[in-house]
């Protein structure tokens, strides 16, 4: 069984734009299918939002892992690291806010 650690890609790797999410300084990032991202929680009150696809959601300092469907939103609690996992057979697309 793979892991998320076994498909972390670095941020840079992946396409992000800004303004398809509706905050100020919200990014969208496209996560390639069954792949994952690591970020940085940076900001205050930091979220994580699925736009279309299934994705798996673990943070530093957190045992819970959250599964977001499309259209559900997470707030990520502390400081450290988040991963993001591509649950699904298909290019995956997030909304975050306050990770880079």
Known sequence: MQTASS??????VLAKTPHRCSARDAMTWSI???H???AK???SAPSVKALDGTVWVTQTGDIRDYILHPGERIVLSG???VAIQAMD????????????
Request: charged share 20%; net charge positive; aromatic share 0%.
């Open 41 to 43: 929680v940076a900001g």
């Open 79 to 81: 400081r450290g690291r």
């Open 7 to 12: 498909h972390l890609i670095t941020p840079k």
């Open 32 to 34: 390639a299918p069954r």
């Open 89 to 100: 057979n298909l290019q995956t697309t997030i909304c975050t806010e306050g990770l880079e």
């Open 36 to 38: 994952a991202m690591s």
